[in-house]
């Protein structure tokens, strides 16, 4: 069983950055795709970002694109999500998440409890 556990989500002002943390507890950490997700008030969870296992290959939404950048520590077992250039658009409970088959679209099998994410205008 893989336990994914977020932190660095706040309250910030429009304009702001924020650095998301996904801290993974396996030993195989390389052997999965990581994404991250987000839900915000009343809408369906959304994917945001994913890093693929092999080489790294990142993926986003277009709505992020340019402003959020996903990485990964395989040393640390840690995916980041580097948010800048905030807006209220953004405010969401973000969700860190682990997959091993599939395509960066999913499935994934793990998901952490997630962090809150709100930016003031």
């Known amino acids: 069983q893989v336990q994914l556990v977020e932190s660095g989500g706040g309250s910030v002002q429009a304009g702001d950055s924020l650095r998301l943390s996904c801290a993974a507890s396996t030993r195989t950490f390389g052997l999965y795709r990581m994404g991250w997700f987000r839900q915000a008030p009343g809408k369906e969870r959304e994917f945001v970002a994913a890093?693929?296992?092999?080489?790294?290959?990142?993926h986003y939404t277009d709505s992020v694109k340019g402003r959020f950048t996903i990485s990964r520590d395989k040393a640390k077992n840690t995916v980041y999500l580097q948010m800048n250039s905030l807006n209220a658009d953004d405010t969401a409970v973000y969700y860190c998440?682990?997959?091993?088959?599939?395509?960066?679209?999913?499935?994934?099998?793990?998901w952490g409890q997630g962090t809150q994410v709100t930016v003031s205008a």
């Open positions: 998440a682990a997959g091993m088959l599939g395509s960066w679209r999913g499935p994934y099998e793990h």
């Open positions: 890093i693929s296992r092999a080489d790294d290959t990142t």
